[in-house]
Nanobody
Framework: QVQLVESGGGQVQSGGSLKLSCKASEILFSIYALAWYRRAPGGQRDLVAHITSGGTTYYADSVKGRFTISRDNAKNMLYLQMNSLNELDTGVYYC???????????????WGQGTQVTVSS
């Protein structure tokens, strides 16, 4: 039911930064928890970070202190600021809507097309 469009990916060198954006088309955007997932080359789609409807954030251990997830409910936008990038951050990044309960995120079955992030030395 929710349409999601990711953008902002690209090619960067190790230590560089990128900011990803996700636009959602949904009148009830503000009630959802939101998340960023990453599919590494040859791997599964793993949760990178999520943010509750109230703005509480959670991060995978591998990105703590480097990535920041944020949302702008007035614009139906989700963001992921990525700093100090390394080669392990390479992958296709997807946004998602869902729900958070007891600090755990559960996605609904709606995904964007993904945006490629490639980090090289």
């Amino acid at each position: 039911q929710v349409q999601l469009v990711e953008s902002g990916g690209g090619q960067v060198q190790s230590g560089g930064s990128l900011k990803l954006s996700c636009k959602a088309s949904e009148i009830l955007f503000s009630i959802y928890a939101l998340a960023w997932y990453r599919r590494a080359p040859g791997g599964q789609r793993d949760l990178v970070a999520h943010i509750t409807s109230g703005g509480t954030t959670y991060y995978a251990d591998s990105v703590k202190g480097r990535f920041t997830i944020s949302r702008d409910n007035a614009k139906n936008m989700l963001y992921l600021q990525m700093n100090s990038l390394n080669e392990l951050d390479t992958g296709v990044y997807y946004c998602n809507t869902g729900w958070t309960r007891d600090s755990r995120y559960t996605p609904y079955d709606d995904w964007g097309q993904g945006t490629q992030v490639t980090v090289s030395s």
